[in-house]
């Protein structure tokens, strides 16, 4: 990937759709995206691993926390 603009363009384009978006939702699950990785009983660095995916994706798509909330959190509000 040659540079950001580029890169973010093809984040969009593998996320921007409905089907990325329920990626996202479950890499959100997954990543630890909207919850804190504390007190787990896995190993705190792989968690903060996960995360730091979930942040980098969402950075380059340009998605904030408050847009987080409203759109990929599934019903049980992970």
Do not use: H
Request: net charge negative; with cysteine; proline share 3%.
């Amino acid at each position: 990937m040659s540079n950001l603009r580029e890169k973010q363009g093809q984040y969009k384009q593998v996320f921007g759709n409905p089907v990325g978006k329920e990626v996202l939702k479950d890499l959100n699950r997954f990543c630890y995206g909207t919850k804190t990785t504390a007190g787990r009983p896995e190993s705190i660095e792989r968690l903060e691993g996960r995360r730091e995916v979930w942040l980098q994706i969402m950075s380059l798509m340009k998605i904030s926390f408050e847009d987080v909330y409203d759109e990929y959190l599934d019903d049980d509000g992970f």
